[in-house]
């Protein structure tokens, strides 16, 4: 029987590529060594405002329907649109000029309204300016030199995205200049009746993520890190990219508590090889660790340290702090031996972890990351269970990836002579597995992965 280049756990040789969201600066080398929390690039940039486009002030119009404006604006919503695009305009008369409203940003339109006679355009990120310009004079229909009159804010003070500028009365109420975006007034020009607003910058990096060599260089967005690792997939995970000192805390069928967690657990990726609870996750967020991997938890207990429902289909961008591996499944099922030996063999090591799980299309299982010598590659590999190709066979081990089994570990019991036929109303090539617990049950072929001996 063939077998695959996969398993649960397997020595190998990993590449990772690290890119930056927007065009920036890479800080390392070809050649370079790397830990995981080596930053490779970095880069500044302006986060993407919604900006609220008031067609009333903008096109000067004291009186208007709702039919009107519905006539005058020309985008939807989901449109894309440049600087200086037309969003909406309106004549009002034969002989009188047109009067138009358009985008200040480049961006999609995420909100159109005339009833509010207001426009939403999302600025792109990379298209942001760092510094605003309002016309003030224009917008509330006053001479350049009465501006300051009129505003409420004065240089150095800070303003937010949609407060007030300015306000003057008009012949039909209060006329309102907005602020765009947010930012600290660095200039009042009272020559041309103009605002300069100065937006605020934020960096973001990109770390290596695994220990390894820089392999590659993307030129002004990242790099290609190679290493060489023991990789170990779970079955289910939440959060995100981590990494840690992988510390053991207890033994196969101990039950930990709240109370045995301690403030040593900071920093580090806890390895439980029981099952735990929501409030022992909670604890080990609240202390400061950055992962646990643990056998099984149910799915009520995930929820309970959430506080929220889990994904359907794809985890992994929870707003949590703590990555969370389950190596076996839901329910109270203890860590396979051949996964804990494994573990336990690199504790103080500092490894690299994500829970993202993808279950459909494209699927993509939890990871963690023990990075390992070729002379640890034949005694982590004894441990490792290969996943087989080929057709399943009675004795064989098989791990079941749908629910209700979902996680559950068993033996292959029989190879069903004719299909099953289920509750869906497919009839599918099924097999009997018997499970760990003791239970026999019939699941479809297609829902199980099975191993291969790896001697």
Request: proline share 5%; hydrophobic share 40%; no cysteine.
């Amino acid at each position: 029987m063939a077998v695959e280049e996969y398993s649960i756990v397997r020595f190998e040789t990993l590449q990772r590529e690290r890119r930056l969201p927007l065009p920036g600066q890479v800080l390392v080398e070809k050649g370079d060594s790397v830990d995981p929390d080596t930053v490779v690039a970095e880069t500044e940039f302006i986060p993407g405002d919604p900006y609220v486009v008031d067609l009333k002030s903008e096109m000067g119009l004291k009186k208007y329907t709702v039919e009107q404006l519905q006539n005058a604006i020309e985008v939807s919503v989901g449109d894309r649109v440049s600087t200086g695009d037309l969003l909406a305009r309106v004549r009002r008369g034969l002989f009188a000029a047109e009067r138009t409203a358009e985008s200040p940003v480049d961006g999609v339109v995420e909100y159109v309204s005339a009833v509010h006679a207001r426009i939403l355009v999302r600025e792109e990120p990379q298209s942001a300016e760092p510094v605003v310009v309002v016309n003030v004079a224009r917008k509330l229909d006053v001479w350049p030199a009465m501006v300051r009159m009129y505003l409420r804010f004065r240089e150095g003070q800070e303003v937010k995205q949609g407060e007030i500028l300015a306000a003057s009365p008009g012949t039909g109420g209060m006329d309102y200049a907005y602020a765009p975006a947010s930012g600290t007034i660095q200039r009042i020009d009272v020559h041309n009746g103009l605002v300069y607003i100065v937006r605020p910058q934020q960096t973001t990096r990109a770390t290596a993520y695994i220990s390894g060599e820089v392999d590659e260089i993307i030129d002004n967005e990242g790099v290609v890190i190679e290493g060489t690792a023991v990789v170990v997939n779970g079955v289910f995970g939440l959060g995100g990219e981590n990494f840690g000192e992988l510390m053991v805390m207890g033994e196969t069928g101990q039950e930990i508590t709240p109370e045995d967690l301690g403030a040593d657990v900071a920093g580090k990726v806890v390895v439980i090889p029981g099952t735990v609870n929501g409030q022992v996750l909670t604890k080990a967020e609240e202390l400061g660790a950055r992962g646990v991997i643990v056998g099984g938890a149910n799915e009520g207990d995930l929820v309970e340290f959430l506080e929220d429902e889990l994904g359907a289909g794809i985890t992994g961008e929870e707003p949590i702090d703590l990555t969370v591996i389950l190596t076996e499944g839901f329910g109270r099922i203890f860590m396979a031996p051949e996964v804990f030996n494994i573990l336990r063999q690199h504790q103080g090591k500092v490894v690299s972890l994500n829970g993202r799980t993808q279950v459909r299309a494209g699927a993509q299982r939890p990871e963690v990351i023990i990075p390992a010598s070729s002379s640890e590659k034949d005694r982590d590999l004894r441990a490792g269970m290969n996943i087989a190709e080929g057709d399943p066979e009675p004795g064989q081990l098989v791990r079941i990836v749908a629910d209700p089994y979902f996680g559950a570990f068993g033996e292959v019991t029989e190879v069903l002579p004719v299909s099953e036929e289920y509750e869906t109303e497919a009839s599918l090539p099924s097999v009997r597995v018997k499970l760990r617990d003791g239970n026999s049950v019939v699941v479809p072929i297609a829902n199980i992965e099975f191993f291969a001996d790896s001697s």
